[in-house]
């Protein structure tokens, strides 16, 4: 079965460190957790207890000062966990579906992932999809994930800006 801190070793050498883009894109990201993430789970980092009572709003220091740790559990918490990647027998197309919903969050990855083994696409991981994953051949499944992620990051770029 797939292991996690294997699948976040590489996504983390791919995020990089603190970056402050609030003036310019609105992004405050920090190993790849953005300010907006924080928010979107309503979570707190550090020493402060994660209880309602006791959440103040993510700022820009908060994202600063996030550690591997509080990093570690957004990624589990907010990516690994709800894609079961856990179950899924092959590490590299766990690695590659965790990377893509770190990105770009994790309908797509699913629904990528669903297409490729001949599952309804509905972006929801369930035992239908990690059954018919983990029987189909992953270097296949690997391939056609990756297809569908290049296709659907090439349209979202303006043509000028495509690799050739």
Known sequence: MAEFQKALAIVLSNEGGFAD????????????VTLETLRRLDICVGPIPCRASNISPADIQYVKDLS????????????????????????????????LAVNDGPYWPVAWLQHAVGVTADGQVGPQTLGAANAANPVAVLTQVRAFATAHYNAAQPAADRPQ
């Open 21 to 32: 883009r609030s003036q310019t894109t609105g992004e405050v990201v920090n190993m790849g």
């Open 68 to 99: 591997y740790e509080d990093v570690r559990r957004v990624y589990y918490a907010d990516y690994w966990f709800p894609l079961g990647l856990s179950s899924l027998s092959d590490q590299n197309l766990a690695n590659q579906l965790f990377d």
